[in-house]
């Protein structure tokens, strides 16, 4: 099986209060900030290495997992990580992180897509600096492909998978057909939730992302890494979203005690306007 | 923290694996594991797998590859990230233990020991210091004694790390007569008749590090678990003191570093007479004063360890490096205290446990004294 997954590097979450805006509140400054892999993303690479190999000895790798990125070459450090992690070779598509948006990236995917021809695009849900969950619909949606989004397990089948999504009430499990887009939850990286064909039913693999060991980090270095022109693979660069302006969120007020529960009713209700 | 110089982007790529794997497993468990006076054994298995255990040991014995930078880089992320010295010390108890033999043991001592260790599935430790001595190393008397194919091993060890759950324990011993010349270095196994260990050890700081005394009586040990030759124990001895050093200043520096940014946190928290704390300006400079000094002893460990890998030797300059490193680490955790005020003396603070932790480093791996001691001598006066 060969499977493409696309990573984005996002602001560490963890040093959000370093996040500055500028007065005239064009843009964020992002300068200083420390990057990391977007989470959803590392889980797609996690599941994409879990349909990929062996599972009796996950070791042994049993299929191709191609990463790619959009960004300047700072964003190869995202790549070697991935490289680092199992995944076989790393394409950058270079371009300005202010000059892209989802429906851009989807475009560019799709070109990369028909000429890669992955079996499976794996992909987070959504990055965690916009949250906005687009670019794995968009896709599916421009390749006319079978999407599955939030995947929370996955099992392969000759052909396609099924792919559990948990949602209100249940797990809704949907089969799609090869090729596909399949964008994953943060229950994709459970012990249990990844089964390719030649995974022992009984295997189980350690909770999370797995971590990269030296020897690969070293050998990361040596992997295929390509640069692609965003202009080879998107003719019309437009933006669909533009942003307007920026703005830090107003500062939190001390919270206030209520004395009882009928004072906080009371508040909820004349206050607050909740009730 | 500004990298070191001498990193390159893999340090960056290991530290954060160090990082991850600090974050999951040690810090939401750090307190409750020095208030144990201990951590789970199944952690060395756990950061094993994380491929983090075998950094800067050979691949073909099980490590993960790398050099001393690699491992250093490691324990500070551990440090800083998982917020128990304890715990990290007492993982590592293998980076004093495991260098012996590897440096002067045989092919197949090092098949046999080493692998096992590294995969987290043995314990490891280094067994020189004696209730008569320590800073003597050349007059300790545990007695090792030929018989037919075994050493009869009698004396007592103490101060050991990882001593109570050791599976192994590299072990200076004399074999011959007085003196550094009649010391040899031998490999015991735990589970050897005559081997017990006698005591569990109350200490200051360090708390989930197991601190032990061990006891030899009549322990028959393999011929076959002596590394290098007989009476040549000494050197291997102090080979390891010079690379102990270098990691025990790079431990003293990220433990400072940790002190130094708990202590900003809590400045620009902490309110008094209307305003941060952070707002007065001899709390900017007491912070000042801890990086500066953090910088400096950062930089001289960094030196150490470059110049030590490109193969120089680096007897004095490690001594150097440790006790500046020693002296700074007490100064910024008890400057890291003064700011946290009472809350600094409270156990839930993680400063008031890495004021006690610093306490140790003058003393071991060879006390402040010695290591002027050995500045003077290669100095020539
Ligand atoms: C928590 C902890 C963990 C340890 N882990 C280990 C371990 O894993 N393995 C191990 O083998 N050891 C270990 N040690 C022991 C440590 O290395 C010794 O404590 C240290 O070497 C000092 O020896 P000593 O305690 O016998 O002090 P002594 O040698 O008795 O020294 C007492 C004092 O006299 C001074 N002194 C001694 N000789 C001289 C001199 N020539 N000139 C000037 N001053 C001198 C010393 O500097 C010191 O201030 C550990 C110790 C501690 C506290």
Known sequence: ?275 | MATPLHETPEHEALRREARRFAKAQILPNALAWEEANEFPKELYKQIADAGLHGVGYPEEYGGGGGDLSHALAVSEEMILEGKSVGTVVGLGSHAIAIPPILACGSEAQKKKFVPPVLRGEKIAALAITEPGGGSDVAGLSTKAVRDGDHYVVTGTKTFITSGTRADIVTTAVRTGGPGHAGISMLVIETSTPGFSVSKKLHKMGWWASDTAELSFDGCRVPAANLIGDENSGFVPIMMNFARERLLIAGNCVAIAELAYRESVAYARERKAFGKSISGFQVTRHKLADMASRIAAARALTNEAVVRSLRGEAVTALAAMAKNTATDMCMFVCDQAVQIHGGYGYMREYVVERLFRDARLYPIGGGTREIMNEIISKVEGY
Request: hydrophobic share 45%; glycine share 6%; aromatic share 4%.
């Open chain 1, 1 to 275: 099986m060969k499977i493409l997954v696309p990573l984005k590097r996002v602001a560490d979450p963890d040093n959000a209060n370093k996040v500055k805006i500028p007065a005239s509140g064009a843009t964020i400054e992002t300068t200083g900030l420390e990057w990391k892999p977007n989470p959803f993303d590392e889980y797609a690479l996690e599941a994409a290495l879990r349909l990929t190999e062996d599972g009796k000895a996950p070791k042994v790798r049993a299929g191709e997992v191609v990463v790619v990125t959009f960004g300047p070459k700072e964003t190869e450090t995202t790549l070697r990580a991935a490289l680092a992690t199992g995944a076989d070779r790393a394409i950058r598509v270079d371009a300005a992180d202010d000059k892209l948006d989802g429906h851009l990236v989807a475009r560019a995917l799709k070109a990369l897509v028909e000429r890669e021809k992955p079996d499976l695009v794996l992909m987070g849900k959504q990055a965690v600096d916009g949250d906005s969950n687009q670019v794995g619909q968009i896709l599916a949606e421009q390749l006319d492909y079978p999407m599955a989004t939030f995947a929370a397990t996955m099992k392969e089948e000759a052909g396609g998978l099924l792919v559990g999504r948990e949602v209100d009430g249940g797990v809704i499990t949907l089969r799609v057909k090869f090729p596909a887009v399949v964008t994953v939850d943060l229950r994709i990286v459970a012990p249990t939730s990844v089964y390719s064909m030649k995974t022992a039913p009984a295997f189980k693999y350690n909770d999370g992302v797995r971590f990269a060991a030296l020897p690969a980090i070293m050998a990361a270095k040596k992997k295929p890494l390509a640069e692609v022109k965003l202009a080879d693979l998107a003719a019309d660069q437009g933006l669909r979203v533009t942003y307007h302006g920026f703005q830090a969120p107003p500062a939190r007020k001390a919270g206030i005690k209520v004395k009882d529960v009928t004072d906080l009713v009371n508040r909820l209700k004349n206050e607050a306007k909740a009730l």
